[in-house]
């Protein structure tokens, strides 16, 4: 099975910074199968990023993804209130299972 | 509208039984993998399985086999999760989630409300 982390575990940052979240698989990805998720407090996830770089729609273009291989990144360009909240990666080259990171909760400083 | 409608939060005591659901509209149903994703309290998404409601092939994390059972009724719509005897630790917020996949996506991209399930005695 492919294990994922991410770092930071959590962070805290405040309005207008910048923001990257790590992922690391444990074997390589091919790029289409790694997609990102953000989860709002009470809320059921939401797809925010697939296929490594895509945005779903909706989701506002401060969030961009990239990587390859077994490194990954999401990055925030520009933090607004309504991103505070925890981002999982997730991939489905490989499985069941198709396995989630461990998350990374985004606080506000 | 494309959604997942799951049912309503459950309390049940240890070794008792349960079985949740996830009812899909606004898409041909069949035609999409539906997973299980847990989330125990305070902590991340945990992929449990998931079943192709077209013709009922279940696939399971290693982790979970044997401990729950995912079912469908594709005449209704509707995937089942299935326990058959709680413990105190399957509480937790279960979630289904549609696999979107194709040339260049696969990624679950509509979620159920979550369901959740509670079991104390």
């Known amino acids: 099975d492919i294990q994922l982390t991410q770092s930071p575990s959590s962070l805290s940052a405040s309005v207008g910074d910048r923001v990257i979240i790590t992922c690391r698989a444990s074997q390589s990805i091919r790029s289409s199968y790694l997609n990102w998720y953000q989860q709002k407090p009470g809320r059921a996830p939401k797809l925010l990023i697939y296929s490594t770089f895509a945005l779903q729609s909706g989701v506002p273009s401060r969030f961009s993804g990239s990587g390859s291989g077994t490194d990954f990144t999401l990055t925030i360009s520009s933090l607004q209130p309504e991103d505070f909240a925890s981002y999982y990666c997730?991939?489905?080259?490989?499985?069941?299972?198709?396995?989630f990171g461990p998350g990374t909760k985004v606080e506000i400083k | 509208e494309v959604q997942l409608v799951q049912s309503g939060a459950e309390v049940k005591k240890p070794g008792e039984s349960l079985k949740i659901s996830c009812t899909g509209s606004?898409?041909?149903?069949?035609?999409?993998?539906i997973a299980w994703v847990r989330q125990m309290p305070g902590k991340g998404l945990e992929w449990m399985g998931i079943i192709y409601p077209g013709d009922s092939d279940a696939r399971y994390s290693p982790s979970l086999q044997g401990q729950v059972t995912i079912s469908a009724d594709k005449s209704r719509n509707i995937v089942y999760l299935h326990w058959g005897s709680l413990k105190a630790s399957d509480t937790a917020i279960y979630y289904c989630a549609r696999r979107h996949s194709g040339a260049s996506i696969d990624a679950f991209d509509i979620w159920g409300q979550g369901t959740m399930v509670t079991v104390s005695s």
């Open positions: 997730q991939q489905s080259d490989s499985g069941p299972p198709f396995t």
């Open positions: 606004g898409y041909r149903f069949i035609n999409n993998w």
